[in-house]
């Protein structure tokens, strides 16, 4: 979702038009090139992408489409996660 290797902002094109991007169907407004919100992949459920003339849908959309970003919702069950990684010098790290 990034462009190139600036990391620092996060555009997607489609059908060769930047994509409005939604953030639980809210939009995320682009001010100039020092605020551009990053969303962190982590904190997603998913991503839907609506794309072609459907996505005028949403009012005043981009021709290419709309992407919509789910955030994570708590779930009744917990989820568990257990990361490992090693390094140089006899680096180990472990963390649940």
């Known amino acids: 979702m990034s462009t190139g290797a600036d990391a620092r902002t996060d555009n997607v094109y489609i059908r060769g ?3 409005d991007q939604y953030l639980d169907s809210l939009r995320l407004l682009n001010f100039g090139i020092f605020a551009y919100p990053i969303i962190e992949p982590y904190n997603l459920e998913r991503a839907e ?12 959309a981009s021709p290419g489409g709309v992407v ?26 472990g963390a649940t």
């Open 17 to 19: 038009f930047l994509a």
């Open 68 to 93: 919509d970003l789910v955030s994570k919702r708590p779930t009744p069950d917990p989820y568990h996660e257990v990361f490992v990684s090693t390094g140089s010098d006899n680096r180990i790290q």
């Open 49 to 60: 992408v609506l794309h072609g003339p459907a996505s005028i849908l949403y009012g005043q």
